[in-house]
């Protein structure tokens, strides 16, 4: 075969590469190791588009590169298969979760396959199948089993603090907890029953349940996260959601919130989201006190960074949520603050927080006092101030915070601006209002003064200075079916873990996918949910885990997936590390990505991985934009006008499918086959043609512009598709797919097969001696796309490898040793086709057990220059002279240039300019 026959080599190699198992990595101390990771995928039914592969190509050029340079690489591939859109799906057809899941994910490898990955896939793991969740279920139980010491500054075993509390109490310990936890001494613990033991553990475990404000779906039957939620409404299905306080488990990651926001510093990632962690974290250094209320013995608990602006408070404001609201509404205020709350509760706090134009807000017809001057304060309540955020109540300085001073001023109430003790310094600029003296803090420096305050606070025991942060515990379940079950029972309503022996826990037997009639969630369906011991049989948790439980700690167990004793062994562990390369979308910023890094240093406290952070480096891969395609029907007709010609008649735009499109130019036979409506369709033709409009959007299936790979493939195979989606800019950017492009690429792939065939398809490689142009050609390529892929600049190699193959086929080079080391560097871009030539070539070897070429200095120095030459400043004649020549005799070789002489017509010159390198300019 001396053709390029794409279809048959793809195929060839892809099974060749199954076969001999060449991607298996194994534990080899000998070798550095180099740990390449995609973000988890979910395997949705319409499979891969374009845009999808874009980040895989990267990682699988970069995998194949390191395994060129010696490195021991695992580079894995599996599924989060968990999650809502099999769970909706098996509740329209009743067709169990894991049949979709299945047929998802045999799509999704075929098609990863088909583009020929170098991935591990015996190390494939699902986070649906049992032998994977079980080890999820094991960390949930280390996580409930485990509490936060702030001496020791990481997780401790709770039996650690049982120990503690059986020597002196709760007087002493110093750990992550609930608000205000119930002190006691070792007398009390001991006296305790086994029930209000277990209560007060639960306000010091690092997995707790507790009753929260969620996002309720009933429409669902779930509670949906903040990224599930726009605008009052469920991303899928448009279902109204409202946000309510619910029993459920969360994470107290807010224990870790210190060494997240430290551990950003030693990670290469994108500092755009490193950024958004650290907002998200929100470090705040300020004051907590608490404001009397008027008429009832309860408090309002605020917190502050600014608590030196004290005079300038002028009204409280609460979230709708506060558990405090339907107490402080009074009857002349009932109706309208009850309507207003029904309202605002119910946005999601992304909204909410999003939303910085509307305000909104309802008197409750309460007060508070202010305990520094004695002063009334009415008591608001206002969505801008969120339940999860702090103590859900702000004090509000309107003078010195927009948000405080908006409101105010809508709702007509007093702004007063602090100006004494340097408080001016830190108001809202130009916003006026009443000026009013700062009291005792006066003539103090702000430090100074908040240090007063916070004194006066902790000495009338109303408050102190507080470090807080915005993030709040991650809420760990879902009323769903399609998860992970908690492995929890309830004894006399208090949860216990399962045994270990028991585990996996799984997911039982139901005949709907839906709530029960009373509202529990899907798992109360089950014939027999409940768990057996000793002491008797208790029922089973019913929600089961979020979608996040699985991928955050998934690149664990990649290193030892069929380890039935451990998660990972210490060794696999320790020998592959933190992922050296991460590749994803950076909105897992705040998800995914900062829940990882969470359960990575739990794991690491209490010694089951040897590292903290999970990934050392990261790169966001940017999005494929579609390209969209449109027709243009005439008015009132089924006559379409060619786009060249619009300016004379009156149209209106269609997207068209963009398979039925080349090159902008429509395939009229197949629009009129696409719809029944366009069987009978006329065209406006423009030089015998109808020419298409075009517009980069997103890729949707509503604007006919996705692209399956599948299709690029069978056209022009998958070596063609990998170099295109490099070659349409840098990886984090974002560019369109233009088809219209693809044939450059492949008639690359075609013009290198010619250095080995000529168009007879006769075999022309030799072992001559390459010119040493053919081997500067060579080694030029082979520096810059070492350089290129180091720094993950691969559409720059890509045009490198078309300027190389054209230079060397402009030099007539058919030569092996010039060949064979090009073909080694281009084959983590084009695989298949660099396989299949080196073979031809006679090697025995796969092109993957060779060593990348070394780039050799001698046949890069420039043993020439080619100088323009210039007469009165026009450029007359190019003058190629060895690069080590003097100046002076660079001036000599110049006049002497016989095509030179007749533009100096035997005059003297009057100035001879010369740089060296660069160019000869003569003044006559």
């Not at 009397?292 to 004290?310: L, N, P, Q, S």
């Not at 105010?408 to 108001?427: C, K, P, T, W, Y």
């Not at 562990?573 to 969470?598: K, M, N, P, Q």
């Not at 050799?856 to 080619?866: F, R, T």
């Given at each position: ?8 080599i793809?195929k060839?190699?892809q ?18 190791k ?86 591990d ?6 986070t ?10 094991w ?11 702030l ?20 007087r ?43 996002n ?8 949906l ?48 989201v ?21 008429g ?106 927009e ?13 007063r ?60 379940t ?36 839906l ?22 049989t ?10 996040w ?23 696999a ?41 999970p ?55 197949a629009?009129?086959?696409w ?9 406006v ?34 070596d063609?598709?990998r ?113 299949e030539?080196?073979?031809r ?13 070394t ?70």
């Amino acid at each position: 075969m001396s053709e390029y026959n794409f279809r048959t080599i793809e195929k060839k190699w892809q099974d060749r590469w199954e076969q001999s198992g060449i991607f298996h990595a194994r534990l080899d101390p000998g070798k550095p190791k180099f740990y390449s990771l995609d973000m988890f995928p979910y395997p949705s039914g319409a499979g891969l588009h374009v845009g999808h592969p874009l980040g895989y190509i990267a990682s699988d050029i970069v995998t194949r590169y390191k395994r060129l340079k010696g490195f021991n690489v695992l580079h894995p591939m599996g599924y989060d298969s968990f999650g809502l859109p099999a769970e909706q799906y098996a509740i329209q057809t009743g067709q169990h979760p894991a049949i979709t899941t299945e047929e998802n994910i045999r799509r999704y490898t075929e098609q990863l396959k088909n583009i020929g990955f170098a991935f591990d896939w015996e190390k494939e793991v699902r986070t649906s199948d049992p032998e994977y969740y079980r080890w999820t279920q094991w960390i949930f139980m280390q996580l409930f089993d485990s509490y936060y010491d702030l001496d020791a500054d990481k997780a401790l075993p709770i039996a650690h603090l049982v120990s503690l509390f059986e020597k002196e109490g709760s007087r002493g310990v110093r750990a992550v907890c609930d608000e205000d936890p119930t002190p006691f001494t070792a007398d009390d613990w001991l006296a305790f029953s086994e029930s209000e033991k277990q209560r007060l553990l639960l306000q010091y475990r690092l997995t707790f349940l507790a009753e929260t404000t969620v996002n309720w779906c009933s429409a669902l039957g779930t509670v949906l996260s903040n990224d599930e939620v726009k605008d009052g409404f469920s991303e899928r299905g448009g279902h109204p959601v409202e946000r309510k306080r619910m029993m459920q488990w969360s994470m107290r990651i807010t224990a870790y919130a210190e060494r997240l926001l430290k551990g950003l510093n030693s990670l290469d990632w994108p500092e755009p989201v490193k950024e958004m962690q650290r907002n998200w974290i929100g470090r705040s250094v300020g004051a907590e006190m608490v404001f009397a209320i008027e008429g009832i013995e309860e408090t309002i608990k605020v917190f502050t960074t600014r608590i030196d602006t004290i005079y300038g408070v002028t009204y409280l404001a609460l979230a709708p949520e506060h558990e405090l609201v339907e107490q402080l509404i009074t009857e002349d205020q009932r109706e309208e603050a009850e309507q207003y709350v029904a309202q605002a509760k119910n946005r999601s706090e992304r909204d909410r927080m999003a939303d910085v134009k509307t305000i909104s807000g309802a008197f409750t017809g309460s007060y508070a006092t202010n305990p520094f001057n004695g002063e009334r304060i009415p008591i608001w309540i206002a969505d801008y101030v969120l339940a999860g955020y702090g103590t859900g109540a702000v004090m509000a300085v309107p003078a010195h915070d927009e948000r405080d001073y908006n409101f105010a001023r809508h709702f007509d109430l007093e702004i007063r601006q602090v100006i004494e003790g340097s408080m001016e310094n830190g108001s809202f600029p130009g916003k006026g209002g009443t000026l009013i003296n700062s009291g005792f803090i006066s003539g103090m420096v702000m430090q100074d003064a908040m240090d007063k305050a916070i004194a006066f606070l902790e000495e009338k025991g109303i408050g102190k200075g507080k470090i807080q942060y915005k993030m709040r515990d991650a809420i760990f379940t879902r009323q769903r079916y399609w998860g992970e079950p908690l492995p929890v029972y309830f004894k006399e309503g208090l949860p216990y873990l399962i045994d270990e022996k028991d585990l996996p826990l799984r997911l039982p037997e139901v005949d709907k996918y839906l709530p029960t009639e009373d509202g529990a969630p899907p798992l109360g369906r089950a014939r027999d949910w409940s768990y057996t011991t000793p002491e008797g049989t208790f029922p089973l948790e019913m929600s089961t885990m979020p979608g996040w439980a699985g991928s955050s700690w998934y690149f664990f167990r990649y290193m030892d997936p069929t380890n039935e004793k451990e998660f990972v062994s210490k060794e696999a562990a320790a020998y592959w590390g933190a992922v050296d390369l991460y590749i994803g979308g950076a909105e897992h910023a705040t998800g995914h990505l900062l829940y990882s890094r969470f359960w990575t240093k739990f794991l690491f406290d209490r010694g089951w991985v040897p590292i903290e952070e999970p990934f050392g480096k990261m790169i966001n891969q940017g999005m494929i934009q579609g390209r969209s395609n449109f027709v243009y029907r005439k008015k009132g007709t089924n006559t379409f006008v060619s786009h060249g010609l619009l300016d004379k008649y009156e149209v209106i735009s269609m997207h068209v499918e963009v398979g039925m499109v080349h090159n902008d130019q429509l395939d009229t036979e197949a629009f009129r086959n696409w719809r029944p409506d366009l069987a009978d369709a006329g065209f406006v033709l423009e030089e015998g043609k109808y020419v298409c409009g075009a517009e980069v959007e997103k890729m949707s299936k509503s604007k006919y512009n996705v692209v399956n790979p599948d299709d690029v493939i069978e056209q022009y195979g998958a070596d063609t598709l990998r170099l295109y989606e490099m070659f349409l800019g840098p990886l984090e950017q974002f560019k369109p797919w233009n088809t219209n492009g693809i044939d450059g690429v492949f008639k690359f792939l075609k013009k290198l097969w010619r250095l080995f065939y000529d168009a007879k398809g006769n075999w022309q490689v030799s072992d001559q001696k390459p010119e040493m142009a053919a081997l500067k050609v060579l080694h030029k390529t082979i520096r810059k796309v070492e350089e290129d892929i180091e720094r993950h600049s691969f559409n720059t190699s890509v045009s490198s490898f078309m300027i190389c193959v054209n230079e060397l086929s402009a030099l007539k080079c058919h030569q092996r040793s010039v060949l064979e080391p090009l073909l080694v560097i281009l084959s983590p871009y084009a695989p298949h086709i660099a396989e299949e030539l080196w073979e031809r070539l006679g090697h025995d070897q796969s092109i993957l057990q060779q060593r990348y070429p070394t780039a050799e200095d001698k046949y890069l120095v420039e043993s020439s220059h080619e100088y323009p030459v210039s007469i009165n400043g026009k450029m007359r004649v190019k003058l190629s002279l060895p690069s080590d020549l003097s100046r002076e005799e660079i001036e000599e070789a110049a006049l002497a240039h016989e095509d030179l002489q007749k533009w100096i017509e035997g005059k003297i010159p009057k100035k001879i300019i010369v740089v060296p390198g660069k160019i000869v300019n003569i003044v006559i």
